[in-house]
């Protein structure tokens, strides 16, 4: 079951600079995504979510992209900080369930 | 900030016995579920649980997995018979209300080591 797919296992970026992780989803009744954050010894926290009528919701540092005509979405987060260094996770929204992707570990080094 | 709240945060068991995980939601969410990683893969659904009823649940969920609602704080997890297979992180979440826009919350979870 390879609904919601992470590409990238990790990641590594400079303080300061863009940090994008990439998802892509194959199922097209999908119509909410969120991303979550997940440090070790700890659960997912939920940072940021979007909606299918949506192409871009922003919170602060972090932005989702979502286009849903190549079933993909993007969180960027500028800048990045060291603090931020954690695996994320894209997750679905299918009714009564997420479904997650494999997470992409995100490394930011001074 | 209320949070999910998740005990204990480690369980050994010997393979064969019964286990009950319990978990905290926060106090006005109505909807309540469980997940499970095994280590190195993903999270993965097990079940969610609305109005004291099961409103879905995944493949893995067999027979040998129940959940509980006992009173108006708690939500279990029960493991009948425990197989080497069921090691794994295991994580509470609940979320306020059927709309689906809504995020899940999750708790820190429980480690669960079967020998």
């Known amino acids: 079951d390879q609904q919601v797919k992470q590409n990238s296992p990790s990641l590594s970026v400079q303080e300061g600079r863009i940090s994008i992780l990439n998802c892509d989803y194959t199922n097209s009744m999908f119509d909410y995504f969120l991303w979550y954050k997940k440090y070790p010894a700890e659960g997912p926290t939920f940072l940021i979510s979007i909606s299918s009528i949506k192409d871009k919701n922003e919170d602060g540092r972090f932005t989702v992209f979502l286009n849903k005509s190549a079933k993909h979405l993007s969180l960027h987060i500028v800048p990045s900080q060291p603090g931020d260094s954690a695996v994320y996770f894209c997750a679905a929204s299918a009714l009564y369930k997420l479904i997650f992707g494999t997470g992409t570990r995100l490394q930011v080094f001074p | 900030e209320p949070e999910v709240t998740q005990t204990p945060s480690h369980q050994v068991t010997q393979m064969g016995q019964e286990v009950i995980l319990r978990c905290v939601p926060i106090?006005?969410?109505?909807?309540f579920y469980w997940y499970r990683q095994i280590l190195g893969q993903k999270v993965e659904f097990l079940v969610s649980?609305?109005?004291?009823?099961?409103?879905?649940k995944s493949e893995i969920f067999d027979d040998q997995f129940s959940v509980e609602r006992p009173d108006g704080s708690n939500f279990t997890l029960k493991i009948r018979s425990t197989k080497l297979e069921d090691s794994a992180m295991y994580f509470c979440a609940s979320k306020v209300d059927r709309g689906i826009n809504q995020p899940q919350h999750f708790g820190d979870g429980t480690r669960l080591s079967i020998l």
């Open positions: 649980f609305y109005n004291n009823e099961i409103s879905e």
């Open positions: 106090s006005n969410h109505l909807y």
